[in-house]
């Protein structure tokens, strides 16, 4: 099993950017659909945006979209989260997720249960 490491989180002012990065080791990165995922306290986890293992295709809920872009380098064992113009409704522990795909390179798995791996989360402020 893969196991996840986030950083990059922070405090930032509303408007401003980040890049989050998830970094992978134990398998290699390239089977597995990716997700970041973001949780507040008293809310459920919800996703912000998903990767097929060949990083054709994305996912992007509309919260986010427009605003955040997420990427990987397989080569690397890494996915990034990349957020630009930050609301204070961003607030929140960012996770990054894997979920290993069967279903070919270009898959990606939109069910937050159907991922197997979690990181530790990494906190995200952002100040009004």
């Known amino acids: 099993q893969v196991q996840l490491a986030e950083s990059g989180g922070g405090l930032v002012q509303s408007g401003g950017s980040l890049r989050l990065s998830c970094a992978a080791s134990g398998r290699a990165l390239g089977v597995y659909s990716m997700g970041w995922f973001r949780q507040t306290p008293g809310k459920d986890r919800s996703i912000v945006a998903t990767i097929s293992p060949s990083g054709v295709n994305t996912y992007y809920p509309d919260a986010v979209k427009g605003r955040f872009t997420i990427s990987r380098d397989n080569a690397n064992n890494r996915v990034y989260l990349d957020m630009t113009n930050l609301k204070s409704e961003d607030t929140a522990i960012y996770s990054c997720?894997?979920?290993?795909?069967?279903?070919?390179?270009?898959?990606?798995?939109?069910?937050?249960?159907?991922?197997?791996?979690w990181g530790q989360g990494t906190q995200v402020t952002v100040s009004s």
């Open positions: 997720a894997a979920h290993e795909s069967y279903s070919g390179s270009h898959y990606i798995e939109f069910a937050l249960n159907e991922y197997t791996s």
